[in-house]
């Protein structure tokens, strides 16, 4: 049996900008797959391309066997897509909303009225269903934006980043229902730069940075590659960063060290994969006292998904989201000040 989704060598460039570079990965039947990843990283490219909405420099994409470049309107009819951004007519009701994009399915009336009805159901929003979604909040929105995603019963629905900015409420109900689609059979990618979203729902990851898939299998086993535990410390509120340096060169010669790497947004932090010796903190603690270097603060925690991809990358998921929001703001006051 043909692969849910099937992407190799995947590359797509805006002039001169590369987005996705040779992104490569397989998602089974009836699985959640994550494509996790800060924002910038490629994964809104390498999902646009596999919904037709972009076509790719080179690379090919099927769905259940069907090549998306080839024949688009088949691989349409197999795919549910709600993007990032709702876009949703204010001025008709969630139900008007849901009827108008069954019309546009072509789903006969009887049977688009009863998907509705479940639809309406499962996500909880019957209260809401008869009030204008101009009116409603933005987990609404998400939610009734899902419903019309999913009316034609795709085999395959992806979802660009389902849960951002929802309120924690309306964060479980699209979790939920998430699970019952999988059991039911549908295969799902998400695309979130959310590591406990990720790790919740996905039974398979792809870790995306800088357009390449640098890490992919479930979250358990990429979690147990790394074979040990996190330590964060802070050695100085104010070290200079000749000092952090100097602390990453001693703790990277202790055995127990794995992995030491300095914060590239916190000069005085590092960022450690240690061996699981129950001692471990008292000998980082007694190498950075012998070498005059006193902990500000200091925790430790099993691996997680950010590990992974702080151990792939030199750098965690949150530095890589600051480093590209920083990118942004300063290409903004460039175009600013051409003006």
């Given at each position: 049996?043909?692969?849910?989704?099937?992407?190799?060598?995947?590359?797509?460039?805006?002039?001169?900008?590369?987005?996705?570079?040779?992104?490569?990965?397989?998602?089974?039947?009836?699985?959640?797959?994550?494509?996790?990843?800060?924002?910038?990283?490629?994964?809104?490219?390498?999902?646009?391309?596999?919904?037709?909405?972009?076509?790719?420099?080179?690379?090919?994409?099927?769905?259940?066997?069907v090549s998306v470049l080839e024949q688009p309107r088949e691989a349409r009819k197999m795919l549910g897509y709600v993007a990032q951004e709702v876009a949703l007519d204010k001025?008709?009701?969630?139900?008007?909303?849901?009827?108008?994009?069954?019309?546009?399915?072509?789903?006969?009336?009887?049977?688009?009225?009863?998907?509705?009805?479940?639809?309406?159901?499962?996500?909880?929003?019957?209260?809401?269903?008869?009030?204008?979604?101009?009116?409603?909040?933005?987990?609404?929105?998400?939610?009734?934006?899902?419903?019309?995603?999913?009316?034609?019963?795709?085999?395959?629905l992806v979802l660009d980043e389902p849960t951002v900015g929802l309120d924690i409420e309306s964060r479980v109900v699209v979790w939920d229902f998430l699970r019952q689609l999988r059991a039911s059979g549908t295969t799902i990618i998400i695309t979130s730069h959310y590591l406990e979203e990720v790790d919740a729902l996905a039974d398979r990851v792809?870790?995306?940075?800088?357009?390449?898939?640098?890490?992919?299998?479930?979250?358990?086993?990429?979690?147990?590659?790394?074979?040990?535990?996190?330590?964060?410390?802070?050695?100085?509120?104010?070290?200079?960063?000749?000092?952090?340096?100097?602390?990453?060169?001693?703790?990277?010669?202790?055995?127990?060290?794995?992995?030491?790497?300095?914060?590239?947004?916190?000069?005085?932090?590092?960022?450690?994969?240690?061996?699981?010796?129950?001692?471990?903190?008292?000998?980082?603690?007694?190498?950075?006292?012998?070498?005059?270097?006193?902990?500000?603060?200091?925790?430790?925690?099993?691996?997680?998904?950010?590990?992974?991809?702080?151990?792939?990358?030199?750098?965690?998921?949150?530095?890589?989201?600051?480093?590209?929001?920083?990118?942004?703001?300063?290409?903004?006051?460039?175009?600013?000040?051409?003006?």
């Open positions: 049996m043909a692969a849910a989704v099937l992407i190799q060598n995947l590359s797509k460039s805006y002039g001169t900008v590369p987005a996705v570079k040779d992104v490569s990965f397989q998602v089974n039947h009836g699985e959640i797959f994550g494509l996790l990843g800060p924002n910038g990283a490629g994964k809104t490219t390498t999902i646009r391309c596999l919904c037709t909405l972009a076509k790719p420099d080179s690379g090919s994409i099927e769905i259940g066997g001025i008709l009701t969630g139900r008007e909303l849901l009827e108008l994009q069954a019309a546009l399915y072509h789903i006969p009336k009887r049977e688009a009225k009863q998907r509705i009805e479940v639809l309406l159901e499962v996500l909880d929003l019957h209260s809401y269903a008869d009030k204008k979604t101009g009116t409603y909040s933005g987990g609404l929105k998400r939610r009734i934006d899902l419903a019309a995603g999913l009316l034609h019963q795709p085999e395959v792809g870790i995306i940075d800088r357009g390449l898939v640098i890490a992919e299998g479930t979250p358990s086993t990429l979690k147990n590659r790394l074979g040990g535990d996190r330590i964060t410390l802070r050695i100085r509120e104010f070290t200079p960063p000749a000092e952090a340096e100097k602390a990453r060169h001693l703790l990277s010669e202790l055995p127990c060290v794995q992995a030491a790497i300095v914060n590239p947004n916190q000069a005085n932090a590092l960022n450690l994969v240690v061996t699981p010796d129950p001692d471990v903190l008292m000998t980082i603690q007694q190498s950075l006292k012998a070498a005059e270097l006193p902990i500000f603060g200091i925790s430790q925690s099993r691996p997680s998904l950010d590990d992974v991809y702080l151990a792939a990358t030199g750098k965690t998921l949150l530095d890589a989201e600051l480093s590209a929001a920083s990118s942004r703001d300063l290409k903004a006051e460039k175009k600013q000040s051409m003006r």
